[in-house]
């Protein structure tokens, strides 16, 4: 049984018209979720986006011990007792690339912790070489057994400086929150500055931690005692990669889209790009205004670390090149199975030519038929969506649950609500693809 999206195609109307809420952000709550382990108390966390990975997550702690309770839709309330496991139930941790953060709370509030390799999106290759890097340099012995890693701190972590050759979001948070509990200070070079990084921080430093220089390259932890949730309560910041998207499917099929519970502030790059597209965009506080204009621009595109244009927008940027006039290159740097979509859309009708894994040139404007598509990952999955909606006819798009429904919640009934013509299925089927 699988979930399937069934789209009716706009055809090139600008149809879509009202309001969209942002919900909280998945790579926000995830970390946020596993640093209840650095708490001596009961957390209360806020905002938790409805989707897949963060159930995943809470099911993760609480095989290893956790108790939880979900006292109303998106509040939780995490409390990790002296009896915790210290290895990441492998059966759950394999499927989601964020459990691999849950290792740097365990290990550094327990002295040890197993994990498996992580799963997640199929997006190219997804080494560990710096979190077993860190852990060396904090002290740690690592060990390989089948595919799991064990890795041991006896006495306890100990604060390091360490460089991070390649700038990594989850090696930057696994760090940051093993240093709030290690002896001594970590510094964190080259680290990473997504705002994610920056809303953990401040709350585990309201709750305790001594952590500064987020969302600067250097990051300096002074470890202590274990944190207090008493009289906090985290709230996730809003998702800023579904607010880019709900940006790009308003700009090319919205009359007048408003898109709400947003941090504008977090999506200068996407906005910079669509308006030199010829995008109208306006932006308050909490709230973007977009509209479709009659016209698109070609414009080139280079995914780049925060503040740069985010990595997790590239598909449905590109589906929004297709609808341009002219040349557009897409640079992908970050990972270099995330143009793996490309030939999908390009059997929707869209002019895409791979120059190599990392870079595509697309020339617009091409108008979008409807397809069977199979969702290779999440953001990709939402890609589909985008270009399903602008296309002609039906399109239907499988795998819902493994991908789509990993990252967005309710995307369907929200879409509709906006004028898409948007149904969810079960298919029971084993080669949906034609
Ligand atoms: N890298 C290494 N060694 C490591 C870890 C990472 O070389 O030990 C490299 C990667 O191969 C990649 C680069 O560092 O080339 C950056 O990867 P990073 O570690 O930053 O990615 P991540 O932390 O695994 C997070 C998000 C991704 C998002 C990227 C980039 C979470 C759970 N995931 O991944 O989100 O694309 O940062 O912003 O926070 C998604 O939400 O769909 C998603 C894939």
Do not use: W
């Not at 400086?161 to 093993?178: G, I, R």
């Not at 005692?225 to 985290?234: E, M």
């Not at 967005?408 to 004028?419: C, F, K, P, Q």
């Amino acid at each position: 049984m699988s979930n399937t999206f069934v789209i009716k195609g706009l055809e090139g109307e600008r149809a879509l018209h009202g309001s969209v809420a942002v919900t909280g952000a998945k790579n926000a709550a995830l970390k946020a979720i596993a640093a209840t382990v650095l708490f001596r108390d009961t957390v209360t966390l806020t905002n938790i986006p409805l989707i897949n990975d963060t159930e995943r997550m809470f099911e993760l702690l609480k095989d290893m011990g956790a108790e939880v309770s979900n006292p109303k839709k998106g509040t939780y309330t995490v409390f990790i007792p002296q009896k915790f496991s210290s290895d990441l139930t492998p059966s759950i941790a394999k499927r989601m690339r964020a459990s691999v953060v849950a290792t740097g709370p365990v290990l550094a509030r327990f002295g040890k912790v197993s994990f498996p390799h992580p799963g997640g999106c199929v997006i190219g290759a997804r080494p560990l070489d710096l979190f077993v890097d860190g852990f060396e340099k904090m002290g740690a012995i690592v060990t390989m057994k089948e595919d799991r890693y064990f890795v041991e701190a006896k006495g306890g972590l100990k604060g390091a400086e360490f460089f991070l050759k390649n700038k990594s979001v989850t090696v930057t948070e696994t760090f940051m929150m093993a240093g709030v509990l290690a002896k001594g200070t970590t510094v964190i070079k080259n680290a990473a500055m997504e705002p994610e990084i920056a809303d953990l921080a401040a709350f585990l430093n309201t709750c305790g931690a001594k952590i500064v220089g987020v969302g600067t390259p250097t990051i300096t932890i002074k470890g202590g005692k274990l944190l207090s949730g008493k009289g906090h309560t985290y709230k996730t910041m809003p998702d800023r990669i579904e607010a880019g998207s709900f940006l790009v499917l308003g700009a090319l099929a919205a009359r007048e889209l408003h898109i709400t519970n947003c941090n504008p502030a977090h999506l200068e790059s996407p906005i910079e790009i669509l308006r030199s597209a010829g995008v109208g965009i306006e932006v308050k506080k909490t709230e973007i205004i977009v509209r479709a204009p009659s016209r698109l621009m070609a414009v080139d595109i280079k995914t780049h670390e925060y503040p740069g244009f985010p990595t997790d927008l590239q598909a449905p940027m590109t589906v929004f090149l297709t609808q341009a006039e002219g040349e557009s290159k897409v640079f992908e740097t970050i990972f270099e199975g995330r143009l793996n979509y490309t030939e999908a859309l390009a059997s929707m009708g869209a002019q895409i030519t791979m120059m190599d894994p990392h870079r595509a040139l697309v020339r617009g404007k091409s108008s979008l038929r409807g397809r069977k598509l199979m969702s290779p990952d999440l953001r990709a999955g939402l890609a589909f969506v985008i270009a399903a909606i602008i296309a002609k006819g039906e399109s239907v798009i499988h795998n819902v649950d493994t991908t789509i429904d990993r990252g967005y919640e309710n995307i369907d009934s929200r879409l509709r609500a906006i004028g898409v013509d948007i149904k969810r299925a079960e298919i029971i089927s084993e080669n949906p693809i034609n």
